[in-house]
C-alpha cells in the first residue's frame, strides 16, 4: 500500500524540488496549503527556505501551525527540511526574538566563527544515533547545505546527525516519529533522495 505524502506549503520557496525528489523515488507526494490535507495524509513534511518569522506567521495564519503540530501528536510520520528544522524549535533569533512551534526544546542561533556565512555547499554528515531514513547512507555522507542559522537542542537525546563548520553543530534531530535535517535531501544527489524513500516507506508501512 502506497502512502500519501503532504509537504506543507507555507509560502516560502523551493517546494517543488522535494515534491518532485519524493516522485522520484515512487513515493506519492503533493504540495498543499489546506490544513485539511495535511490532515488527510499519512506523512507530513515540512520544507522551506527563507526567513523564520515570515514562515511562523504564514503557518499560523492559515492553520498549517495547527495541522503540523496534529499530525505531530498523532504519531504520523513527520519530516522536516532546512528551515523546517528551525521551525521545530521553540524560539529563533533571526531578526529578531519570534516563538517557533515548540517541537524541541532549545534556540535557533546565527552561526559564528571564522567562516563564510551562508554555509553553502556541501558537507559531511556525522551520525550521533541510528535512524531508518538514513539506513542508506553512510557516515561521512556529503549533503547539500544553504543556511546561516543553526539549532541549538536543550535536549542532547534529541541530536541524530552533526557536522563541522566552525565547530560542530546539529544538523539533524529526531524523537519518535519526527525527524529534522538542516541539509537539503532533494538537492544532495541519489543518496539524499534515499531519505525520501526511506521516508516514504516509513509512512506507507504506519498507513498500513
Same mark, same amino acid.
Given at each position: 500500500?502506497?502512502?500519501?505524502?503532504a509537504v506543507?506549503?507555507?509560502?516560502m520557496?523551493?517546494?517543488?524540488?522535494?515534491?518532485?525528489?519524493?516522485e522520484k523515488m515512487g513515493?506519492?507526494?503533493f504540495v498543499?496549503?489546506?490544513?485539511k490535507?495535511v490532515?488527510a495524509?499519512?506523512g507530513v513534511v515540512?520544507?522551506?527556505?527563507g526567513?523564520?518569522?515570515d514562515?511562523?506567521a504564514?503557518l499560523?495564519?492559515t492553520g498549517l501551525a495547527?495541522a503540523?503540530?496534529a499530525?505531530i501528536?498523532?504519531?504520523?510520520?513527520?519530516?522536516?527540511?532546512? $528551515?523546517?528544522?528551525?521551525?521545530l524549535?521553540e524560539?529563533?533569533?533571526e531578526?529578531g526574538e519570534h516563538?517557533? $512551534?515548540?517541537?524541541?526544546?532549545?534556540?535557533v542561533e546565527k552561526?559564528?566563527?571564522d567562516?563564510?556565512i551562508p554555509h553553502?555547499?556541501?558537507? @559531511?554528515l556525522?551520525?550521533q544515533?541510528d535512524l531508518?531514513v538514513?539506513?542508506?547512507v553512510?557516515?561521512?555522507?556529503?549533503f547539500y547545505f544553504v543556511?546561516?542559522?543553526?539549532?541549538?537542542?536543550? @535536549?542532547?537525546?534529541?541530536?541524530a546527525?552533526?557536522t563541522d563548520?566552525?565547530?560542530?553543530?546539529?544538523s539533524?534531530?529526531?524523537?519518535?516519529?519526527?525527524v529534522a535535517? @538542516?541539509f537539503?535531501p532533494e538537492?544532495?544527489g541519489?543518496v539524499? $533522495?534515499?531519505?525520501?524513500?526511506?521516508?516514504?516507506?516509513?509512512?506507507?508501512?504506519?498507513?498500513?
Amino acid at each position: 500500500m502506497s502512502a500519501r505524502v503532504a509537504v506543507i506549503d507555507y509560502g516560502m520557496g523551493n517546494l517543488r524540488s522535494v515534491e518532485k525528489g519524493f516522485e522520484k523515488m515512487g513515493v506519492d507526494a503533493f504540495v498543499t496549503g489546506d490544513a485539511k490535507e495535511v490532515a488527510a495524509a499519512d506523512g507530513v513534511v515540512l520544507p522551506g527556505v527563507g526567513a523564520f518569522a515570515d514562515a511562523i506567521a504564514h503557518l499560523r495564519e492559515t492553520g498549517l501551525a495547527e495541522a503540523a503540530l496534529a499530525a505531530i501528536d498523532s504519531g504520523r510520520p513527520f519530516l522536516g527540511i532546512c $528551515l523546517g528544522l528551525q521551525l521545530l524549535f521553540e524560539r529563533s533569533f533571526e531578526n529578531g526574538e519570534h516563538e517557533g $512551534l515548540g517541537v524541541f526544546g532549545g534556540n535557533v542561533e546565527k552561526l559564528t566563527g571564522d567562516v563564510k556565512i551562508p554555509h553553502m555547499g556541501w558537507n @559531511q554528515l556525522h551520525k550521533q544515533k541510528d535512524l531508518e531514513v538514513l539506513t542508506e547512507v553512510p557516515e561521512g555522507t556529503d549533503f547539500y547545505f544553504v543556511h546561516s542559522y543553526v539549532v541549538k537542542p536543550t @535536549q542532547p537525546e534529541v541530536i541524530a546527525v552533526t557536522t563541522d563548520y566552525a565547530g560542530e553543530f546539529v544538523s539533524g534531530v529526531a524523537r519518535d516519529n519526527v525527524v529534522a535535517f @538542516q541539509f537539503h535531501p532533494e538537492k544532495s544527489g541519489l543518496v539524499g $533522495l534515499s531519505i525520501l524513500k526511506s521516508f516514504g516507506e516509513i509512512c506507507a508501512r504506519e498507513s498500513i
